[in-house]
Structure formats: C-alpha cells, structure tokens
C-alpha cells in the first residue's frame, strides 16, 4: 500500500494545481474533497502508523529544522534584590505531543501561537533507532523503582 | 535527533528537530513562500486568522490520525475503560512492538538528564549575570558573601532535590543515551572556573539546609577537593575496586608529599574511601572460582594463570564478579556481535579469543582498555605540565572515550546474568522483588552503595546483616564491624602497600568464614 502521507500529499496538490495556487487547510477543509481519502487513510492506519508528533511554536522553523530557544538565543529576563539580570535560556531539547495538542498550564501558555509542526511518528523513530538500543536488566538499577515490572 | 523521552503529552528530543518532506508546517497563509523558502525540504501550508491552535487537530485528522485531549500528565480520561486510556496504552505497547524501551525513555522532562543539564547551566549563568550585576552596580555589596549565600546554594540545589533528579539518577541516564558525560562535566567545570570555583564537587549536591549549613558545605567541598583531586576520569571507572586502590594511593602520595598526617581532612577522606573499598571487595574473588571448581578445573593453577595476566594491569582473581550459573558462550555471543567492542578490538589489535572463555576475553579488553588509561593520563599529566593547564581542562581523545563505552557495555553483559538469578531466589523466598528493592535502597545509601554495586556482590544477605548493624550501630562500632580501624591504622602507621590492605581484608573477611558458610548453605537449601 502507498504511504499513506504520501497519498495526501499527492492529493494536495493536485488540488493546488486544480485551484492554481496554494490552499490553505481552510479552504481544504472546506471543499470535502479530502473527506473520502481522509477516512481510507484512518481506516488503514495500524501500529506504530497510528501516531503522529505536533509541536506548536512562535519561533518559524529555519533550515529544516525546528530550533530549540537555546539556539535561537533567547534570554530570559529576572528581577533580583540587586537589580535585573539577563542570562541565556539553556532548554536545548524540542518538544511534542503525540495524536495532541499541547494545553497550556502552570508553565507555558501555547494558545496563540503562530507555527505548527506534524511529524509523523514512525519516521522520526526510524531516523533514530540506533539511539534506542538499551539494555533491558539496566532497568532494574534505575533509582525509580516504581518502574519496576 | 537523540531522543528525551516518548511520553504522550511530553515526547521530547534533545537539540533541534530535523524535519524531512514526510513532515508538514502549519503557518499563517501570507507568509507560505517564506516558510518554504527558508524549509525547502519539508511541505508547507497555510491557515487563515491569528494563531494556530484551532488547527492542528483539524490538520492531523485529515491525515487520518485519531486525536485526543490532552491534559498536563498524558490524555484526558474517566476511567480505565475509556477509549484514551485505552489508547495511550496501546501506544505504549506499539512502540515496545517497535523495539523501544518505553521504560528508558519514559521519564517526563523535569526529571530527565536534559532538565537536569538546563538547571545546572541556568543557576550558573544566573550567578554569572548577578556576579557582573554587582560588580558594575554596587561596589559596595561583597560579592563573595552574595555569591555563598545567593548564588552557589542554587548551583547546588538544582543538582539535586529541586528538579527531582539525583546526580547519579542523571549520570546514569546520560551514559545509557550515549551522551557525552565527561563532556557535559568538563564544560560545567569551565563555567564555575570562570567564577573561581573550580574546585567544587560535583557528587555533594543532595543537600538542604540553612544558607549558613549550605555555606558550611561548599567550604568542606572545595577543602575536600583540593585535598583529592579527584580526575574526572574516575566518574567512569565501572571497577570500584580500582577506583577506590587509585584513591587510597593517591591520599597516601599526598599526605607524604604535604605531610598531612593528623590532619582531621584527611583522615576523613581516607575512611570514607576505605570503607567503600571493603564493601566492593567483599566477596567478588569466590564467584568465578566456584565455576571453575565445577567444570573441575584446578583452582590453584588456574588462579596463577589469571593473576599472571591480572596482577599487571593492577587486578587480581578478587576483583570479578560473575555467577556460577552463567552462560559463557551466550556472553561471548553477545561481545562478538557488539559493533563497539568490535571496532575497539580491531582498532586496538586485540586478537579473538577462541573457545567459551569469557573471562580471558574479558581480560583481553581489560588489558588493553587499562593500558590505554595509563598512556592517556600519562600523556594529560605531560600536556598538564607542559601547558600549566588543569588537567581537568584538557580533552581526552576519542580511544579514551571508547574505552569507557566497552568498559560500561562489559559490565552490562555481567549484571545481566546475575540479576535474574538474585531476584529468584528472593522471591523463592515470599519476599516481592519490588518491595524487596525499596526497602534496601535507603540501607544502600546509606553505606555509600547502589543497587548496582549491591547485586556485584555475592553473598547479600550476609552484607544486608552487616548494613543492618551499620546504621544502628555508632560509627565507632560500626567501623569495628568492618576492621576499618584496624585497616587505617595499619595504612596511616607503617605506609603500607595496597597489596597489604587487601590481605588485611582477607584478614577480616576469613573471620566472618563460619557466617558466610551458614549463608551459602541457608542459599543452597532454598
């Protein structure tokens, strides 16, 4: 069976082409002619196919990649007794949620953000899985012992 | 992309995330040409209006994708029937079915090792930003007093408690991820140097107490340290034994060369360090020799052929650690088709060894592996003079690094065979293994041990009696228990050589025969 992502993006643009120029998921959405693909699609989605990353952001995604804000350099501002100080923000690690969008709570608030990324979860894994290799009975020295099985 | 974890509502990667043309931006529909502009190889489209939250759920169903609401510690659900929770645990299971640890990579970030790195350079750029603060802004405030009292109780805190991730917690999770540790720890020390603290110690950071204990606490670090000089190299060191040997050697060279006897510090490190040596010692010579007897080799000949390749890299019989149960040619299976020790026995010339005989293997890459060590620190001790730099600063090269990955894959393939083992004879004995562990932890820690060191150690039960009396014992006579004294005593008078202090443990370990044999035996009926 053809990639399922692929089958959508094909179909995209093809009517992109229909349209002459890009539609927006608005307009997508709105046409129902993805509605048929769409439900093929979700009924052969099986396994590790089934999950897909999102990730939404302020910051635009540049040279294929999403930056983490210590690449971007952002500072981070602080009042102190003496006075405020600036220094580097250090979270260097890219965050998702999975078949989600992320809800803002006591420490972020992502409701109007501009960006939005969909990565697919298999193809993420696959770009990595010699990361992955660990060695099972190292779990048992994990100081979370309620991780135990 | 290194992964962080793989949780539903945090799955998270280390660094930035590459995207490929599998991958889609959602973006504000005037700005489609630029977005593709600067991400030429990932697709891109637009929306209409402000922002982009009411459509990401749009956008994923209509790639066929089920969506969920998502609250702050995984997806929103009534109970264990309902078709997220459902869901969620499937997804777990899907990417077990893939090969993936979920268990390695479950932790939520503010307990991961990339929190744990984010916390520590934080504190220290804040105290950095404060430092330069008050030297521009009010001469007048004593930076130093600010800096103890404000600024380094922080660095400190962040390592421990307050980010829930205990030093070792965060070690052992870097090097599993195949971070570079030695790296990560070289960088931490140049930040602190750049505020002339160098000379702190990076495993005493689980500690809450008044600003004035805090205070209290860094001084008797740095006074340790400088006392020590502890090279960062021996973090790495998966042979306790060894670690603790070069320590000992290392605080006797001192006190000669500054004529420290007496001095209250240093006696205290030299307990502290002894007292591991005596619980990572204890027992681990008997395991291999047991197989041995079993297959009826002769354990004197055999012993004499293993010291002669041994004792010259500094170990001898004592300082394994193994089972009578194990399988070799299952381990030698393993080593053979580990890419990384096979890259580091090609890359160093170690010959395969024929047969089943994983410990002359074993032995083979610990030679080399040793022999590497002693060239590299002598080449750092050369560059450190040379350049008057730390040697703390200067950068080992790759072979050193490889040599720390087969040493920690070594051990792995050791604790493999034993685990299991152990936890079924606990749990032949009605004990559950979980709960087994929780209650032993504190004990361990106690005695400066992990469950790790533990499950090395042959005769348990015997060492969870000893650890019983340790913690309600005083110190005096808990170090009775162990002939610490007697050891020191012996140590600090006559100057005596490690060889020495071992037949001393010898001394001490053949008074407890008669218990240890009740043990074995209690063990063998179960």
Known sequence: MTDPTQQMKEKIEE??????????????????????????IACNRKGIDKYVLMHVTDYKPKGDKIRTVTEKEIKVKEETPFGEIEYRNRRNTTHFTVNSTVTSHFFGNWDNKRYAVMSPLNNCLDENKNELRCNKSR??????????K | MNYGATRVEDFFVRGSAKLNNNDWILCPQEEIE??????PGVNVIGYEGENVINYTKKFMEMFGYQTFEMGEHGYIYDSAESYSFIWQKEYEQDLVNKGIDVNLFSNPHFLSWEKFIEMELI??????????????????????????????????????????LDYEDAKEQAIKKGIDFLKYQKQIREELTSLGISDLQFENRNFEGSMEQVNQRILENISIEKFLKTDITEQYEEDMVITNIKRIKRIKEKMQSEKLHGDNEAEKV????????????????NLYKNQ???????WSD?????????????????????????????????????????????????????GE???????????????????????????????????????????????????????????????????????????????????????????????????????KSNLIKKMDKFIDDSVEQNEQVYGINKLIETYQDTGTTITEVEKSYDVIRKSNEHEIENENQQIEEL
Not at chain 2, 136 to 151: A, M, Q, R
Request: net charge negative; hydrophobic share 35%.
């Open chain 2, 357 to 459: 005989d994983i410990l002359s293997k074993y032995v083979g890459i610990k030679a080399k592996i040793n022999e590497i060590e002693i060239q590299k620190t002598r080449e750092l001790d050369q560059e450190a003079e040379i350049t008057g730099k730390d040697i703390l600063m200067i950068e080992p090269d790759t072979s050193y690094e490889n040599c720390v990955k087969v040493n920690a894959i070594l051990t792995e393939y050791i604790a493999n065979e034993l685990t299991p083992q152990y936890r079924e004879y606990i749990e032949k004995t009605g004990k559950d293994w979980e709960q087994y562990l929780l209650e032993l932890t504190p004990k361990l820690s106690a005695i400066g041990m992990t469950i790790e060191d533990f499950m090395q150690v042959k005769n």
């Open chain 2, 270 to 285: 030299l307990k502290y360090v002894v007292k591991h040596l005596i619980q990572d010692l204890h027992e681990r010579g």
């Open chain 2, 34 to 39: 630029i977005m593709k502009k600067e991400n």
């Open chain 1, 139 to 148: 779990r048992l020295f994990c100081k979370r012992l309620s991780q135990i």
């Open chain 2, 123 to 164: 504190n220290i750029d804040k105290t950095n930003a404060l430092y330069k603060l008050l030297k521009n802004k009010e001469p007048e405030i004593p930076i130093d007093e600010v800096l103890k009292t404000h600024c380094l109780p922080n660095i400190y805190s962040c390592k421990g408690p307050v980010c829930g």
């Open chain 1, 15 to 40: 009517l992109n082409k229909k349209a002459g120029k890009k539609l927006t998921i608005n307009e997508l959405i709105k046409s129902g002619e993805l509605s048929n693909l769409t439900y093929e």
């Open chain 2, 302 to 354: 055999h012993q004499q052929k293993l010291n002669e390749m041994l004792l010259p890299i500094g170990l001898d019989c004592k300082c394994f650690f193994g089972d009578k149960n194990i399988k070799p040619e299952d381990i030698l299976q393993q080593i053979n088709n580990n890419d990384i020790i096979k890259d580091f026995m090609l890359q160093n010339g170690i010959q395969e060894v024929e």
């Open chain 2, 292 to 298: 041995k007897e079993e297959e009826g080799v002769d």
